[in-house]
């Protein structure tokens, strides 16, 4: 069997690699993406609940966890979230914004599938899937063997995406391939994930699963206000999600569940006073969040009018200044990103490239660049596939 020669060989048929895809195909490139998914796109199918949160309105560097803060700002200058959102409009695809400038697809992620594909089409770029790389090789070029046969590639983007999701086929390829070629990888770790909290709190809190209230969550160094979701595990919701990228194992939490009440002062005014603790905090949260709370930190249940100053400060304590610690997230099968990844100090900003193996380029999350919940990890996505598919 004859090999294949291309100009350009893409792993990964995700958001990145069809984004550089179509950008290398539209220069003129001979480009070929392989896949051992069956089919291309999963992750951004399932994105949003289906409708596909494809970006933000706002997009900014301080919306990316990386060991290089800056590392992300050449590719989300050189295609930006208004770039992208004019590609949108092009193919005539729907959106909506919701809140915190989330924009999300009227009709479904299938939409924006369908137009990569369309542009890689007619770019002329070829996609294997179904096809597992068995080993690749750097000679006068790079030589890549498959069961279909070998490829040979002037370039190579490794665009395969991280760790969470592997119900959807994500592997550790990205990162082999990395070492392989002399690269250092940052350790990683589940993003955006749900966590599991320690007894005797997660019995309290399992009785509360389904319940969601808004409520500030903060790490050493960071906090989040939004939906905070109770499970039988611990918690969920943007949240604690958002927390979770950058939470640390024996690391505590502390859980504000009334972050726009000042309540030492509504406490100092002691209004309703002879109404019970449990019954007033009612007025405030859920019923049954109100009374798990005073059980869970065992405050106390007479008249406002009876309590001390000593008794304010551990109402105050217990919902706004809540020290919570938890056991683990609940891992990559729900988490939505990889934390972590291909050191950044070793690729080119500008353009992607190794920067000790020129032809070699990295796009996506395989990178060390973690978007918070809200499009930016699909931006990063589009933009540092851009970045790759310009300079292959």
């Known amino acids: 069997m004859s090999p294949t020669v291309v100009d350009v060989l893409i792993l990964g048929a995700g958001a990145a690699g069809l984004c550089c895809a179509k950008t290398a195909g539209a220069r003129g490139r001979r480009v070929l993406v392989l896949d051992h998914a069956p089919q291309p796109g999963r992750k951004i199918l399932i994105a949003g609940g289906g409708k596909c949160n494809f970006t933000n309105r706002a997009v900014r560097r301080e919306h990316y966890l990386s060991a290089n803060p800056r590392f992300c700002v050449s590719a989300l200058a050189q295609y930006s979230a208004a770039d992208f959102v004019a590609w949108i409009e092009a193919h005539q695809i729907a959106c909506e914004e919701r809140t915190a400038g989330q924009l999300f697809t009227c009709h479904g992620a299938a939409q924006i599938v369908q137009a990569l594909l369309h542009d890689c089409e007619r770019a002329g770029v070829r996609i294997m899937l179904g096809t597992n790389l068995e080993r690749i090789e750097q000679q006068a070029d790079f030589v890549a063997h498959t069961a279909q046969g070998v490829i040979h590639a002037a370039r190579v983007v490794v665009a395969t995406g991280g760790l969470a999701y592997p119900q959807c086929g994500a592997t550790a390829l990205g990162y082999k391939l990395a070492a392989q070629f002399g690269l250092p990888i940052i350790a990683t770790h589940p993003g955006l994930a749900p966590l599991r909290v320690r007894e005797p709190e997660r019995t309290h809190l399992a009785a509360l699963s389904g319940i969601a209230v808004r409520a500030q969550l903060a790490s050493a160094r960071h906090a989040f206000c939004d939906e905070l979701l109770f499970t039988h595990h611990g918690l969920s919701g943007p949240a604690a999600l958002q927390v979770s990228s950058y939470w640390q194992p024996g690391q505590a939490l502390m859980v504000n ?130 970045v790759a598919g310009q300079h292959v």
């Not at 009374?291 to 405050?299: F, G, K, M, P, S």
């Not at 809540?322 to 056991?327: A, D, G, K, R």
């Not at 990844?341 to 660049?369: C, I, N």
Request: glycine residues 6%; charged residues 20%; hydrophobic residues 50%.
């Open 257 to 386: 569940l009334l972050p726009d009440l000042d309540l030492a002062r509504e406490l100092a005014l002691r209004r309703d006073a002879y109404m019970p603790l449990a019954q007033w905090l009612a007025r405030h949260l859920p019923r049954r969040v109100a009374q798990t709370v005073c059980d869970l930190h065992a405050l106390p249940i007479k008249p406002l009018a009876q309590f001390s100053r000593a008794d304010m400060t551990r109402v105050v304590a217990a919902l706004q200044h809540w020290q919570l610690t938890p056991e683990a997230t609940l891992g990559y099968d729900l988490a939505e990103v990889t934390v972590g990844g291909v050191d950044t100090a070793a690729v080119s900003s500008k353009t992607m490239e190794a920067r000790a193996v020129p032809g070699l380029f990295f796009a996506g999350e395989v990178l060390d660049v973690t978007g918070q919940l809200g499009g930016y990890n699909l931006q990063w996505a589009w933009s540092s596939g851009f």
